[in-house]
Each structure stands twice: as structure tokens, then as C-alpha cells.
């Protein structure tokens, strides 16, 4: 888990929001399995979401997630057919935060597996993408909204690694980010991928040479 160097896209994160303290900047895992967690949404009207009440993709289930701001994804049993959840065949979808002037609206973004407890991931999500390729669905990403510093986003990232099965060396986490550090350089953690809860979970930080850090976590059928 040696820091890198960031990508391009990470020098969007203007001063103004590294400045803000991110409260509960980590994932809170959800009960996919038994608590009803993944149902469907309120009252969707045929072709809102799938014949098993996942989010559609189509145009009407694009509309529904707009006004919910709720995306369910079964990664259960997978392979997951793309066509099935209105999604095209090969490419990226995009579901941007509403921007609604008093206030941004963001996503609750679930993910299903099929293992451990929680048995999936739960989390807010300001921004999230579904790969797809060769007619399934290869990957779902969720950006937390904002930036935190180091210290808090590793620590929970350290907390939700028994829950998903990631390993990591504390130690070297600190020798590479203060070598970056001293080298004035941006750099990034990466946790995972593990699969404990039915799903490939990877969480990466995109570390700022300030010390604050965005979030994002990939989400693959394993």
C-alpha cells in the first residue's frame, strides 16, 4: 500500500472544501440481508426499477433515482447483466450531485453481496459511476462528498477493515505517507480489494499534499 501519485481528476478539490471537517467520512455498513435494506424504494411505478426492485438505469428509473436519491445494485449473484438494468452493453453512466442552490443532494449509494455480515456495503455518496463492460456490469464507484484529514480517513478505514476483509501494515502506511510528505509530493491509500462481504470493496484516499484526503470506494462482483 505504498502512496502514488494522484490522479489528474484530484486537483478538482478546491480550498474551501479541504477546510471543512468531514463528519462521518467512512462507509456505514447496512444489514443488506433480512433487515430490508435494499427493498424497493417508495411507491416506484413500473419501469422505475427492475422486475426484483434494483434501480433501473433506463430513462424512467433515471428520473425516480433524481427524486429518491437512492441506488440499489444486487451484486448477490453475480454476473450482472447490464442490459437488465437499462445500462448500455459497454461505457461508464455517471450520476452526478444535484446542485440545488440552498443545498447539494447526494446519493445513498447500496451494493448487495452475497457473504458476511453486512452481507454489502452502504454508504452517502456525492458522485457515482457503473462501469459496464461486454453486456455486465463491472464496477460501481462511490466519491464521499468532500475531504478529511489523514489521520481521520485512516482511522475509518482501519475500523472497517475487519468488516471488509482488508489487511494492511499500519507501519508502512506511516513511513510511505511521511516520505511523500517530506518530498512534497500527493500520494494515495488503498485498502483492499477484499471480498469478506460477498463483494470486491476497495477504499482508496487521494491524499493532498496539505494532508487532506477524498475518499472513493470500487465496488466489484466477485
Request: aromatic share 8%.
Amino acid at each position: 500500500m505504498s502512496p502514488k501519485r494522484r490522479p489528474a481528476w484530484v486537483g478538482w478539490i478546491p480550498a474551501a472544501i479541504l477546510a471543512v471537517v468531514i463528519v462521518g467520512v467512512g462507509v456505514t455498513a447496512a444489514v443488506l440481508i433480512g433487515n430490508g435494506l435494499g427493498g424497493p424504494a417508495p411507491k416506484p411505478t413500473a419501469g422505475q426499477v427492475t422486475e426484483l426492485n434494483w434501480s433501473s438505469f433506463t430513462e424512467e428509473g433515471l428520473e425516480y433515482i433524481a427524486t429518491d436519491r437512492q441506488v440499489r445494485i444486487d451484486f448477490a449473484n453475480p454476473p450482472v447483466d447490464a442490459a437488465a438494468l437499462g445500462l448500455p452493453a459497454d461505457g461508464t453512466l455517471a450520476l452526478e450531485p444535484i446542485d440545488n442552490l440552498d443545498t447539494v443532494l447526494e446519493y445513498d449509494l447500496i451494493v448487495s453481496g452475497a457473504g458476511e455480515y453486512p452481507g454489502g456495503i452502504r454508504f452517502t455518496a456525492a458522485r457515482v459511476e457503473i462501469d459496464t463492460a461486454g453486456g455486465l456490469v463491472t464496477a460501481v464507484r462511490g466519491e464521499v462528498a468532500g475531504a478529511a484529514p489523514f489521520r481521520d480517513v485512516l482511522a475509518q478505514l482501519e475500523g472497517d477493515a475487519s468488516t471488509y476483509g482488508w489487511v494492511y501494515d499500519r507501519g508502512q502506511i506511516f513511513a510511505d505517507v511521511e516520505a511523500a510528505t517530506r518530498a512534497g509530493e500527493a500520494y494515495q491509500l488503498v485498502f483492499g480489494p477484499a471480498d469478506r462481504v460477498g463483494l470486491n470493496v476497495q477504499a482508496t484516499a487521494f491524499c493532498e499534499t496539505n494532508g487532506f484526503c477524498a475518499l472513493t470506494y470500487e465496488m466489484t462482483p466477485r
